[in-house]
Nanobody
Framework: QVQMVESGGGLVQAGGSLRLSCAAS????????MGWFRQAPGKEREFVAA????????VYADSVKGRFTISRDNAKNTVYLQMNSLKAEDTAVYYC???????????????WGQGTQVTVSS
């Protein structure tokens, strides 16, 4: 089992940057693909980005491509989401998730963090 804790959220002005971190427990972190999702009020949870177990492959939602970067450090059991050029529509609770393979949908992930709030003011 994997337990994860997100951090790094906060309030930022449009055009600014934030880096989210997701620290995972356990010695099997490198055996999981990792994903970031977000959920805005009144909306369904949506895919943001994902990275495979080695970190050699990444995928992004079209809405964040070119602005967000996902990365991982398996030695530190941590996955990151660097968010640049933030927009008001990026405001949401951001969740990290662990699964057996890189995937775009929530049900393909087995473990979830508690989320961290990102608020972008326009």
């Amino acid at each position: 089992q994997v337990q994860m804790v997100e951090s790094g959220g906060g309030l930022v002005q449009a055009g600014g940057s934030l880096r989210l971190s997701c620290a995972a427990s356990g010695r099997t972190f490198s055996s999981y693909a990792m994903g970031w999702f977000r959920q805005a009020p009144g909306k369904e949870r949506e895919f943001v980005a994902a990275i495979n177990r080695s970190g050699g492959r990444t995928v992004y939602a079209d809405s964040v491509k070119g602005r967000f970067t996902i990365s991982r450090d398996n030695a530190k059991n941590t996955v990151y989401l660097q968010m640049n050029s933030l927009k008001a529509e990026d405001t949401a609770v951001y969740y990290c998730a662990a699964g057996a393979a890189l995937a775009y949908i929530t049900k393909q992930y087995d473990y979830w963090g508690q989320g961290t709030q990102v608020t972008v003011s326009s």
